[in-house]
């Protein structure tokens, strides 16, 4: 018998969709498999979804707690799960019925420690967008040192730091997610992505992300965009002391987030004191960035302009990025 994998799903007041995620991953032609549904305190009918779901099939297993947030949800599951392997899906999203089964193969025929696949957008009118354009053709694979990855997620190439999309070993893996509004996807691949001897990332998408207009990355709030700023600093802190490896792509990846921050908070009245640290950043970093042959060439751009005044350099930027 193949090995079992541990599928958790975070739930919090999701049940307009959450019967499409079961479905898909009891779908799924790898069967061996623990289905871990935890509720984060609902309360719409969530928590009646999941036990509904247990009555119907042995491998599904609801657990209740109060509201905690992602990142301590996750923990409790990983702190609960019997299985050999384990990955996550969203409790509004879904995945394809061979999802488990090509991630599963994908790290065992290529002996690596993780294993990691592309995904869609998809939006509730049936649109979808592949994350990402990668000029290979599909079911290209891509593997690298787990230090090398991180390197090219802190650039924004190939590989994305979210926790889905992704199969753990759990001998191999050793996964805490750190309790942050944004960004702490990318805060928990600092700590295990440089422990991995080799991942593997297939270029396939199977992994299907629900755009919800309603949720906090689309509300404007402006505490909780800044709060992108204050953990890509965490980010870069913790990256520098890994390995000085990291240190061009951990700058490259603050300044990013402190130039996407700072055109959206921009105009905005109150504002005043986060726009002048962000500025501070800017200044402080902006050189490594420009001579980084490496760094995506908008944001060097970008950096060479703000020489010229910060408002100077937004109003270009909404020039280009439109």
């Known amino acids: 018998m193949k090995p079992l994998i541990s599928v958790i799903v ?39 979804i999941c036990e509904n779901y247990a009555k119907k099939d042995s491998r599904v297993k609801p657990y209740h707690k109060q509201n905690e947030g992602l990142s301590k ?13 384990y990955c996550f899906v969203d409790g509004d999203d879904s995945v394809h019925c061979d999802y488990i089964m090509t991630m599963y193969n994908t790290m065992v025929e290529n002996q690596a420690d993780l294993s990691m696949c592309l995904y869609y957008y998809v939006w509730n009118d049936g649109r979808k967008k592949l994350t990402r354009n990668i000029n290979y053709s599909e079911d290209t694979l891509f593997t690298d040192t787990g230090l090398d990855a991180l390197r090219k997620i ?44 080799k991942v593997a990332m297939l270029n396939k998408p199977l992994y299907y992300y629900l755009q919800n207009d309603a949720s906090l990355t689309k509300v404007f709030k402006p505490e909780n965009i800044y709060d ?77 302009i703000s020489y010229f005044g910060i408002g100077t350099l937004c109003k270009i930027r909404n020039m280009i990025t439109k």
């Open 154 to 197: 802190l650039y924004g190439k190939i590989y994305a730091p979210s926790c889905c999309c992704k199969l753990f070993d759990k001998s191999k893996t050793n996964l805490y997610c750190q309790t942050y509004l944004t960004g702490e996807d990318v805060l928990a691949s600092v700590s295990y992505f440089p422990t991995l001897n």
């Open 228 to 304: 992108t700023v204050l953990t890509a600093t965490e980010i870069y802190k913790q990256s520098v002391s890994t390995s000085y490896t990291l240190e061009k792509a951990a700058t490259y990846y603050l300044i990013e987030k402190n130039l996407t921050v700072l055109m959206k908070l921009y105009g905005h009245e109150g504002q005043e004191d986060k726009i002048k640290h962000i500025k501070e950043n800017i200044k402080k970093y902006r050189k490594t960035v420009i001579m980084d042959s490496e760094a995506e060439l908008r944001t060097r751009i970008a950096c060479l």
């Open 73 to 85: 949800t996750r923990n409790f599951a990983i702190s609960v799960m019997t299985g050999d392997y």
């Open 10 to 48: 975070p739930i919090y007041n999701v049940e307009k969709y959450l019967n499409k995620c079961i479905d898909s991953i009891l779908n799924q032609t790898y069967e061996n498999l623990e289905i871990l549904l935890i509720d984060d305190g609902s309360t719409d009918s969530s928590a009646e």
